[in-house]
């Protein structure tokens, strides 16, 4: 098991240093010509990682073409909305903050899901508390202003968690590879007009961005998802659910490391706060499952 921890670890670092390349890739090109390029290698490096992710994840559900595209539409279509909120506001506020707001995604899943029905833990709304006010003292400066990157990357949250909640209905329906690799198809083309229409990138820029495109292609796209793949295969999901956390940490020590970023005292106690509700949130199902066995076991005894 310490294995495959280690490997989550990896790709949670490898996202985490993304809001890095992000950043860096902003710096040269637009966000549809960021996300076009890197998604499409992405894409095209996935398919040479294809038999060594079929080695661990192998067919699920074999669905028609029509219901695989519907998927890939669907989640394809949260996705860009998602990573286009996300890479813009990376324009305007730093790597770490857009790090920790990213990840509120944690707790607002959860949440979302009571749109459908969906239990709730105490855990949750405890760790939402946090999570909010951890948001506060990050992102709200002493004149109650909240930068435009900010709000950006704030509101590419709520659609980061639509899209994992969205994905947990579709991989019933259909194999979670094809989705996977069909949303990356639909946020290329979705990029695309922006790029070619809009943007027009001299071949200049994108060689300046060409080491954050490769980055955010190869490792934050078709790396570190075939390692996801690998790693959750034998993961405990408490264990993942902890590890995954700490991307929001890995992107404040790349900002760190590698832009020169500083965090305030302020900044670092609201990332210390929204590090202990995400925490909260994605434990939340964990304790829900110890709470309920103790019970059973606690009946059981007075029932001996």
């Known amino acids: 098991m310490w294995r495959s921890n280690a490997l989550l670890l990896v790709v949670t670092a490898i996202w985490g240093m993304g809001f890095v390349a992000q950043r860096l890739g902003m710096e040269h090109v637009g966000v549809f010509t960021y996300n076009a390029l890197r998604f ?45 909120l996300q890479t813009e506001g990376l324009a305007y506020t730093t790597a770490g903050k857009a790090g920790f707001i990213t990840g509120l995604y944690v707790v607002l899943v959860p949440l979302l899901g009571l749109l459908w029905g969906q239990r709730t833990h105490t855990a949750t709304w405890v760790g939402a508390v946090l999570a909010v006010a951890g948001l506060y003292l990050l992102s709200v400066n002493e004149a ?10 704030l509101a590419s949250a709520f659609f980061w968690a639509a899209h994992i909640q969205t994905l947990g209905f579709l991989t019933q329906k259909a194999d979670p590879v094809h989705i996977a690799i069909g949303q990356f198809v639909v946020v290329t083309l979705l990029s695309l007009p ?21 980055y955010g292609g190869l490792m934050v796209v078709a790396v570190s998802f075939t390692l ?5 295969r034998e993961a405990h999901p408490a264990h993942a659910a902890v590890i995954m956390v700490m991307e929001s940490v890995f992107a404040v020590l790349a900002g760190w490391l590698v832009l020169g970023e500083r965090l305030s005292l302020r900044g670092f106690f609201g990332c210390t706060l929204m590090t202990a509700g995400m ?18 076991q606690l009946k059981a005894g007075e029932e001996q």
């Open 194 to 214: 922006g790029m070619l229409g809009w943007e027009r990138p001299a071949l200049a820029e994108i060689s300046s961005a060409g080491g954050a495109i490769l």
């Open 228 to 232: 996801q793949v690998i790693a959750q």
């Open 40 to 84: 499409g290698m992405g894409v095209l490096a996935l398919f040479l990682f294809l038999p060594l992710v079929r080695r661990f994840e192998p067919l699920r559900a074999k669905a028609s073409p029509r219901t695989l595209l519907k998927a890939s539409l669907l989640a394809g279509g949260l996705m860009f909305i998602a990573s286009t």
């Open 144 to 153: 109650l202003q909240v930068s435009r990157g900010d709000w950006l990357v």
């Open 279 to 296: 925490l909260l949130s994605a434990l939340a199902p964990y304790l829900r499952a110890r709470m309920g066995v103790s019970a059973l």
